[in-house]
């Protein structure tokens, strides 16, 4: 079984640096098959949402992994990351729905709970009820982390505005900021005032939806470093993020890629690679997935 390196969160905690992303993966048998896959090739972080409508699957998966003695694996074992929906923002709304989650996925606790997105359901993007509900979502995670309930909270799509803000009244300075992060977005800025404050960068979307390795969007630069390293253009994305410091979350419904993607700890990148993908960015950036940028 491949070894999965570790991040320690700014409270101490450990996080595998690759994990499952299980975005549109709702076909309870697909979630069963994927996340049963990821876990006998090694994986232990599984990132889900409220909003993706796989949580109660996933537990269901993982429960009945645990509780097979002969596979000897504890709830300790793994790293379980859900996330609150834009329609459940405010004190209230966002502790039910974590109750409710955590209730879904049939655990005592979760490791990671994230704000999805600053913004609320329905809100016109200028009106400051944005950054109240978002300001009482997070007390409302302070609470649920000082009680035990979470092991480690943070947020999700956050800009460098909307993190300053956060830091600004937070009592708990949030472990994980996961936000859209690959070659052709790269945001400089705002990882840099993520390392300021210890926070760990999570990153989604390594593989631009896709886009980047389905032929979609052809980038000259990464097919010529891949066949330099002699391994795939979603290698080379995702080990581009590990070696930043980001934790990489790749979705994949197929087996063979789900193993593919831990063989990014067997090569490494030089500077030159590094630096080469790094400033795709400024020639052409490009984002695929929702701009949280006009949220007030």
């Given at each position: 079984m491949n070894s999965i390196p570790k991040f320690v969160l700014n409270n101490?905690?450990?996080?595998?640096?690759?994990?499952l992303g299980t975005y549109r993966i709702i076909d309870p048998e697909t979630v069963e098959f994927v996340v049963k896959n990821a876990i006998s090739s090694g994986y232990r972080l599984i990132d889900s949402a409220i909003g993706y409508r796989n949580e109660e699957t996933i537990g269901n998966v993982v429960n009945e992994l645990i509780k097979d003695t002969s596979l000897n694996l504890k709830r300790e074992d793994f790293f379980i990351t859900s996330k609150l929906p834009p329609k459940d923002q405010g004190y209230d709304n966002c502790r039910q729905a974590f109750l409710s989650s955590l209730q879904r996925f049939n655990?005592?606790?979760?490791?990671?709970?994230?704000?999805?997105?600053?913004?609320?359901?329905?809100?016109?993007?200028?009106?400051?009820?944005?950054?109240?509900?978002?300001?009482?979502?997070?007390k409302a995670l302070e609470e649920l982390y000082t009680s035990g309930k979470i092991r480690a909270i943070?947020?999700?799509?956050y800009t460098h505005r909307h993190l300053t803000e956060l830091l600004s009244y937070c009592t708990i300075i949030p472990a994980v900021l996961q936000v859209e992060l690959h070659?052709?977005?790269?945001?400089?800025?705002?990882?840099?005032l993520c390392k300021e404050h210890k926070i760990q960068v999570q990153a989604y979307s390594s593989l631009g939806e896709g886009k980047l390795v389905n032929g979609e969007i052809e980038i000259p630069v990464i097919k010529d470093i891949a066949k330099k390293n002699n391994v795939s253009v979603a290698q080379i994305l995702l080990r581009w993020g590990y070696q930043h410091g980001f934790i990489v979350i790749p979705k994949s419904v197929k087996a063979e890629r789900i193993k593919e993607n831990l063989n990014i700890f067997k090569f490494e990148l030089s500077n030159e690679?590094?630096?080469?993908?790094?400033?795709?960015?400024?020639?052409?950036?490009?984002?695929?997935?929702?701009?949280?940028?006009d949220i007030y």
């Open positions: 101490g905690i450990t996080i595998p640096a690759l994990g655990m005592d606790y979760l490791d990671l709970f994230l704000i999805h997105w600053p913004g609320t359901q329905k809100l016109k993007p200028s009106d400051p009820k944005h950054a109240i509900n978002r300001k009482a979502s997070y943070g947020v999700s799509n070659p052709l977005y790269y945001q400089k800025e705002l990882i840099d690679d590094m630096e080469a993908l790094n400033s795709l960015g400024k020639s052409q950036t490009t984002k695929f997935c929702w701009d949280p940028t």
